[in-house]
């Protein structure tokens, strides 16, 4: 793995560090984003806590920001929205640019792009009300997963094992968004992939009671495994964090996220989907990954910080 330079120079600027929204992750966010603040006011930046749902983002520009820390999750923060309203106030913001992120919170349009370029995804349909469900039942075999196609922390995901639930799957993931999608279950190890700049960090593997990692595993129950070294032999983690790394390219994404895949019983690795705005509490993913490579939370931080950009 190549070395990771962290930044020394601390003149950002005023910064803003945006958290809270009104996507269903906000009280995620909120956390990610106290985690964010505290660690650069601990290095000395000028950071300031900015909620997009309390007041209008032109105030950015009226209190004099010069840089903003997106600790945003889901909707209006992770999917483009507000990366195009920051870009037109001429605002440098962590991240990837508008067009990656509105890919990224599409898990359909992710998966076309990574087909397209050579990257191993399940199997997938789209469903609606008039869905022949047998036939996707029979399509991509059970059991299978429904979610929304623009939600996270897999809000309103359903592990479905009998073809007669489907459509009680589909209408809970319809609560949540107007497109649904049915994804080929792979049964195997659950791994994740954090991306910092150009780098692939340590692989995380994650052992989830029953072997679903949901929204209850994620952030509720106490049974959730982490791993990390993920104890894969060298050569298989190089091969997945290389790919990891396109898989990441090809939606265009930069600065820095996290690429989620399942590695099945035949030793083949299939991506789920690209996170481009990361939990960051001391206990996310990411830090954990950097800790793994010898990076502190703070010096996560201040790095994803520099990697800011314009457009």
Known sequence: MRTIDIVSNHDFGKVAVLLGGRSAERGISLQSGKAVLD??????VDAHPFDPSEQPMEALLRQGFERAHIALHGRYGEDGTVQGALELMGLPYTGSGVLASALAMDKWRTKLLWQAGGISTPRHLLLDEQSDFDAVARDLGLPMIVKPVREGSTI?????????????????????????????????????????????????RIEAEGGLYDYEAKYVSNQTRYFCPSNLSTAQEHAIQAQALQAHRVLGCEGWGRVDLILDKSGQHHFLETNTSPGMTSHSLVPMAAKAAGISFDDLVLRILELAHVG
């Open 39 to 44: 660690a650069l006011r601990r290095r000395g």
């Open 156 to 204: 309103g995901l359903s592990k479905v094992v009998d073809a007669k639930d489907l459509p009680a799957a589909r209408r809970l993931a319809a609560l949540h968004d107007s497109m649904v999608l049915a994804e080929q279950f792979i049964e195997g190890v659950e791994l994740t992939a954090a991306i910092l700049g150009d780098v692939t960090l340590p692989l995380v």
